[in-house]
């Protein structure tokens, strides 16, 4: 066994499906107006919880049986809506770079079927309540209790027979693989926030080692469900709102008053293939992946920013990339508006880049699209290499004063962006930086 | 060249709770397969499972009031770490750079409160909208489930614990790649250390489903032995009459360590990875492909990545071990058999193979760490443990499948197979470490 990093890895396709629409392009025009996705939820009544506000893409604006091959259709009938997001993004990331796979195309694949990757990262998917519910009402007593024997003997003969099959979280992947027949390494990674950046990072692992010449690579996740939203509320991560007011500012990422994040559904797949590959078949890379750094953190709760764990991984991106922190023109950070995360973060950076942290632009989607979790490390890497490619600071929403973050409320502008740092902690504590490079800088 | 060695090796398992003994357990052909007695499943299609027993795992932690209450799975992922850790001998190792040290798992999620969860939706049901109440299921919600709980569920907690409990602070990431993610942690762990990103990365898996719901949903995918009588009799793989396969639990973890750090600080290596292929069937979410197209690439890629010709025919094949997927479902002994041919060529017949599946159940998402530790354990005593119940065989399945009882055999390098549903497959190679 042996491996080598001398295959220079690119961006040669960006899918991102959210709040703000299905593709990069909605997202980011709303970006540029400075338009946030996030509303009061409208897919179940949110006045039960203390945080109603996500970002919620709405089912007309997006059906995945309209996307998948007709061979695959049926197989719809099995995705959870985190299944279904992730096979947008994916489709969106074949179109955009240009190349021909099995569920879009009747032409011979642009890349053969065996050097394309899968690596998209996952959350703990939630069970849709009403489908679980459902089936378990059936074996309710008249007291009202649940009767265990009955579910074991009959009521669970309601359930569908493929429900497990729609909740797992590699189902993601699977579908994607299936859907344009990428038989090379595949991954699941399940890492909360964290999820996306690492599979990117596998992604090019695995083509540096030759075992594929391109990968989907990405993540997704849908946190707009009573059970998911619930879990969230268990970290005490979530801001309290019921939507009423300006909504912009209700994710405040870096200020001194921000009090919590908003769930959101959405994620990104990126086609990361090797430069060669790319170049074989004329294909237009967004940028390079320069550098790549993990750790795990180390404080006493999961639900923290360690940040140390955030200036180590930052430094071994930094090292793989061979930049110093001058090079970076922007930062894309979690930037969750949850203070103890935001301030792992704020402390993370400021030992990265000192003083000069507060005249490096900053840009946060969460206040654009909610927390999408799994998914959100890769709408950001996708927000990064648009950024790149647009030469362009989309605008930034939520927060007055950021404390030595540059990162207070803004307009876009267009600047020079040669290097981006993306980095994302998660809840449980693992934390990646990815830094994406100019093409021809 | 940089080569990875396996230090240490531990394991919480349906069979036992260390080394030794399970492996004695194993070699004398023993089923860890009994009733489930965590919940009443006396009305379930599937009554018995491979069930962790007489575990503790405040025994195998320094000071367990860091880690609050940890879920199942992350107290099983504690004990085998534990063990693994002990063998490394690591823990007096003082020199250890904790940023050169991460971890990848296989992991599954927390154990969900079926109990709550049951009462909470029904409770919650509106009858005329025929939905659930999500003001009244928030409420319910408040009151019935625990909190931490819910945080547990997230399958990257054991990674926590265990950086909590070895300060692990290098590169970390948990997969889940149902049935295949031990194995695929562990390929992707040595990858991480061939490349250069750590000297030391613990790895494997941890997973239970062994709950209602867990046993609610692979019943009615009908994945799940419904044998009728001794329990013990249940898992059968590459049988005629095989039927399904048995839920089992558990952990195995392993410390994976570059070979110049690991001689650096005079450890012993166990064994030495040298194989890893991952791939996908992109065929169908609920079936195999027919001709064994996934799993055979994910053999051949690792047999490739180690440098074997596995299908030159020989008197000696370069393998002398298959530790089989082996689910004892019907559609996967025959298509892994498929596969294996595939790999091996003419070489097939004479490489024993065998499912420890047969004695402990399915461990799920630590099923490939469990078993590339007990082709470790084969290395280490020369000895190949049997696939039990294989009374009757299925004719169309004609491999070496070691039927029954445990043998004495000459052992070098093994091959351990793992597949998940939806068509991830993973194959490691292990070998006899020589300098």
């Given at each position: 066994?042996?491996?080598?990093?001398?295959?220079?890895?690119?961006?040669?396709?960006?899918?991102?499906?959210?709040?703000?629409?299905?593709?990069?392009?909605?997202?980011?025009?709303?970006?540029?107006?400075?338009?946030?996705?996030?509303?009061?939820?409208?897919?179940?009544?949110?006045?039960?919880?203390?945080?109603?506000?996500?970002?919620?893409?709405?089912?007309?604006?997006?059906?995945?049986?309209?996307?998948?091959?007709?061979?695959?259709?049926?197989?719809?009938?099995?995705?959870?809506?985190?299944?279904?997001?992730?096979?947008?993004?994916?489709?969106?990331?074949?179109?955009?770079?240009?190349?021909?796979?099995?569920?879009?195309?009747?032409?011979?694949?642009?890349?053969?079927?065996?050097?394309?990757?899968?690596?998209?990262?996952?959350?703990?998917?939630?069970?849709?309540?009403?489908?679980?519910?459902?089936?378990?009402?059936?074996?309710?007593?008249?007291?009202?209790?649940?009767?265990?024997?009955?579910?074991?003997?009959?009521?669970?003969?309601?359930?569908?027979?493929?429900?497990?099959?729609?909740?797992?979280?590699?189902?993601?992947?699977?579908?994607?693989?299936?859907?344009?027949?990428?038989?090379?390494?595949?991954?699941?990674?399940?890492?909360?926030?964290?999820?996306?950046?690492?599979?990117?990072?596998?992604?090019?692992?695995?083509?540096?080692?030759?075992?594929?010449?391109?990968?989907?690579s990405g993540g997704a996740e849908d946190r707009v469900n009573?059970?998911?939203?619930?879990?969230?509320?268990?970290?005490?991560?979530?801001?309290?709102?019921?939507?009423?007011?300006?909504?912009?500012?209700?994710?405040?990422?870096?200020?001194?008053?921000?009090?919590?994040?908003?769930?959101?559904?959405?994620?990104?797949?990126?086609?990361?293939?090797?430069?060669?590959?790319?170049?074989?078949?004329?294909?237009?890379?967004?940028?390079?992946?320069?550098?790549?750094?993990?750790?795990?953190?180390?404080?006493?709760?999961?639900?923290?920013?360690?940040?140390?764990?955030?200036?180590?991984?930052?430094?071994?991106?930094?090292?793989?990339?061979?930049?110093?922190?001058?090079?970076?023109?922007?930062?894309?950070?979690?930037?969750?508006?949850?203070?103890?995360?935001?301030?792992?973060?704020?402390?993370?950076?400021?030992?990265?880049?000192?003083?000069?942290?507060?005249?490096?632009?900053?840009?946060?989607?969460?206040?654009?699209?909610?927390?999408?979790?799994?998914?959100?490390?890769?709408?950001?890497?996708?927000?990064?290499?648009?950024?790149?490619?647009?030469?362009?600071?989309?605008?930034?929403?939520?927060?007055?004063?950021?404390?030595?973050?540059?990162?207070?409320?803004?307009?876009?502008?267009?600047?020079?962006?040669?290097?981006?740092?993306?980095?994302?902690?998660?809840?449980?504590?693992?934390?990646?930086?990815?830094?994406?490079?100019?093409?021809?800088? | 060249?940089?080569?990875?060695?396996?230090?240490?090796?531990?394991?919480?398992?349906?069979?036992?709770?260390?080394?030794?003994?399970?492996?004695?357990?194993?070699?004398?052909?023993?089923?860890?397969?009994?009733?489930?007695?965590?919940?009443?499943?006396?009305?379930?299609?599937?009554?018995?499972?491979?069930?962790?027993?007489?575990?503790?795992?405040?025994?195998?932690?320094?000071?367990?009031?860091?880690?609050?209450?940890?879920?199942?799975?992350?107290?099983?992922?504690?004990?085998?770490?534990?063990?693994?850790?002990?063998?490394?001998?690591?823990?007096?190792?003082?020199?250890?750079?904790?940023?050169?040290?991460?971890?990848?798992?296989?992991?599954?999620?927390?154990?969900?409160?079926?109990?709550?969860?049951?009462?909470?939706?029904?409770?919650?049901?509106?009858?005329?909208?025929?939905?659930?109440?999500?003001?009244?299921?928030?409420?319910?919600?408040?009151?019935?489930?625990?909190?931490?709980?819910?945080?547990?569920?997230?399958?990257?907690?054991?990674?926590?614990?265990?950086?909590?409990?070895?300060?692990?602070?290098?590169?970390?990431?948990?997969?889940?790649?149902?049935?295949?993610?031990?194995?695929?942690?562990?390929?992707?762990?040595?990858?991480?250390?061939?490349?250069?990103?750590?000297?030391?990365?613990?790895?494997?898996?941890?997973?239970?489903?062994?709950?209602?719901?867990?046993?609610?949903?692979?019943?009615?995918?009908?994945?799940?032995?419904?044998?009728?009588?001794?329990?013990?009799?249940?898992?059968?793989p590459f049988s005629r009459d095989r039927g399904g396969f048995?839920?089992?639990?558990?952990?195995?973890?392993?410390?994976?360590?570059?070979?110049?750090?690991?001689?650096?600080?005079?450890?012993?290596?166990?064994?030495?990875?040298?194989?890893?292929?991952?791939?996908?069937?992109?065929?169908?979410?609920?079936?195999?492909?027919?001709?064994?197209?996934?799993?055979?690439?994910?053999?051949?890629?690792?047999?490739?990545?180690?440098?074997?010709?596995?299908?030159?025919?020989?008197?000696h094949p370069p393998v002398q071990y298959i530790s089989a997927?082996?689910?004892?479902?019907?559609?996967?002994?025959?298509?892994?058999?498929?596969?294996?041919?595939?790999?091996?060529?003419?070489?097939?017949?004479?490489?024993?193979?065998?499912?420890?599946?047969?004695?402990?159940?399915?461990?799920?998402?630590?099923?490939?760490?469990?078993?590339?530790?007990?082709?470790?354990?084969?290395?280490?005593?020369?000895?190949?443990?049997?696939?039990?119940?294989?009374?009757?065989?299925?004719?169309?399945?004609?491999?070496?499948?070691?039927?029954?009882?445990?043998?004495?055999?000459?052992?070098?390098?093994?091959?351990?197979?793992?597949?998940?549903?939806?068509?991830?497959?993973?194959?490691?190679?292990?070998?006899?470490?020589?300098?």
């Open positions: 066994m042996s491996q080598s990093d001398t295959n220079k890895v690119v961006i040669s396709g960006v899918g991102v499906i959210s709040a703000l629409g299905v593709g990069i392009d909605p997202l980011w025009e709303a970006m540029l107006e400075g338009r946030t996705g996030l509303k009061r939820i409208e897919r179940f009544d949110p006045s039960g919880f203390s945080s109603q506000v996500a970002g919620e893409l709405a089912e007309e604006d997006f059906k995945v049986r309209k996307i998948v091959p007709k061979s695959h259709r049926k197989a719809t009938k099995v995705m959870c809506r985190d299944t279904e997001l992730a096979v947008g993004a994916a489709a969106q990331a074949v179109e955009n770079a240009g190349i021909a796979t099995a569920g879009t195309s009747d032409d011979p694949p642009t890349i053969d079927p065996n050097r394309i990757g899968c690596h998209i990262g996952a959350g703990l998917i939630s069970a849709e309540v009403n489908e679980l519910g459902a089936a378990l009402v059936t074996s309710k007593k008249d007291d009202g209790s649940f009767d265990l024997a009955h579910w074991g003997s009959e009521g669970m003969q309601n359930l569908s027979p493929l429900w497990l099959l729609k909740y797992l979280p590699n189902m993601l992947a699977c579908h994607v693989t299936i859907v344009h027949d990428c038989r090379g390494p595949s991954n699941t990674i399940t890492c909360c926030e964290a999820s996306s950046g690492l599979s990117i990072a596998e992604s090019r692992r695995v083509i540096q080692r030759g075992d594929a010449d391109a990968c989907l009573p059970l998911a939203l619930y879990r969230q509320h268990c970290t005490n991560r979530l801001a309290e709102t019921d939507g009423s007011g300006d909504i912009t500012t209700v994710v405040r990422p870096f200020a001194d008053d921000a009090n919590g994040t908003v769930i959101g559904e959405g994620g990104g797949i990126l086609l990361v293939e090797s430069e060669t590959s790319c170049q074989q078949r004329a294909g237009t890379p967004w940028c390079s992946i320069e550098g790549m750094g993990c750790r795990q953190s180390f404080v006493d709760t999961p639900l923290d920013g360690d940040p140390s764990a955030i200036e180590s991984a930052i430094k071994k991106a930094m090292h793989e990339a061979q930049c110093a922190p001058s090079d970076i023109d922007l930062i894309v950070p979690l930037g969750s508006g949850i203070p103890e995360l935001d301030s792992g973060e704020r402390i993370g950076l400021t030992a990265i880049f000192g003083e000069s942290l507060e005249n490096i632009p900053t840009i946060t989607t969460i206040p654009y699209t909610g927390n999408c979790m799994a998914g959100n490390g890769a709408i950001c890497v996708g927000v990064a290499a648009k950024a790149i490619k647009e030469q362009t600071i989309p605008a930034r929403l939520g927060s007055e004063v950021t404390n030595g973050v540059c990162a207070e409320k803004s307009n876009a502008k267009q600047t020079s962006i040669n290097r981006v740092l993306v980095v994302t902690p998660s809840e449980g504590g693992q934390c990646v930086a990815i830094i994406l490079g100019r093409i021809d800088s | 060249m940089t080569r990875v060695v396996v230090t240490g090796m531990g394991w919480i398992t349906p069979l036992g709770n260390d080394l030794n003994s399970v492996w004695k357990r194993m070699c004398n052909g023993e089923s860890a397969i009994a009733t489930i007695d965590r919940f009443d499943a006396s009305s379930f299609p599937t009554k018995f499972a491979g069930q962790v027993r007489d575990f503790d795992w405040k025994q195998y932690v320094q000071d367990a009031a860091i880690h609050h209450e940890p879920a199942m799975n992350s107290q099983f992922a504690l004990g085998a770490a534990k063990q693994a850790w002990e063998q490394s001998g690591l823990g007096s190792f003082e020199e250890l750079d904790p940023e050169r040290a991460g971890i990848y798992l296989g992991a599954g999620e927390g154990v969900l409160d079926f109990s709550a969860h049951s009462m909470i939706d029904t409770h919650s049901w509106d009858v005329e909208d025929g939905k659930v109440d999500a003001v009244a299921w928030a409420k319910f919600a408040t009151e019935q489930l625990d909190e931490w709980g819910e945080v547990e569920q997230e399958p990257n907690m054991p990674l926590w614990h265990l950086a909590r409990e070895y300060n692990l602070r290098g590169p970390a990431f948990n997969c889940l790649t149902a049935c295949a993610a031990s194995t695929q942690a562990i390929g992707e762990a040595t990858s991480v250390l061939l490349h250069g990103d750590a000297d030391v990365m613990l790895a494997g898996g941890t997973h239970t489903m062994l709950h209602a719901l867990g046993i609610t949903g692979f019943n009615r995918l009908t994945a799940l032995s419904t044998f009728e009588g001794d329990p013990k009799k249940a898992s059968k048995v839920m089992g639990e558990g952990s195995g973890m392993l410390v994976l360590e570059t070979l110049e750090h690991a001689l650096a600080r005079g450890a012993t290596p166990l064994a030495e990875i040298v194989g890893f292929g991952s791939s996908a069937d992109a065929y169908r979410i609920t079936d195999l492909h027919p001709e064994g197209r996934g799993p055979s690439a994910a053999m051949n890629n690792a047999l490739s990545q180690a440098g074997i010709d596995a299908k030159t025919p020989t008197e997927h082996g689910t004892s479902t019907q559609e996967n002994d025959s298509i892994e058999t498929m596969a294996i041919k595939l790999a091996f060529g003419a070489n097939a017949p004479n490489v024993p193979i065998s499912s420890i599946k047969s004695m402990m159940g399915h461990l799920i998402a630590a099923a490939g760490s469990v078993e590339l530790i007990t082709c470790i354990m084969s290395i280490q005593t020369n000895m190949l443990v049997p696939t039990i119940n294989l009374d009757n065989p299925d004719p169309s399945l004609d491999l070496d499948y070691i039927p029954n009882t445990a043998r004495e055999a000459d052992v070098d390098c093994c091959l351990s197979n793992s597949f998940g549903f939806g068509g991830q497959n993973n194959t490691l190679v292990v070998k006899r470490f020589e300098v």
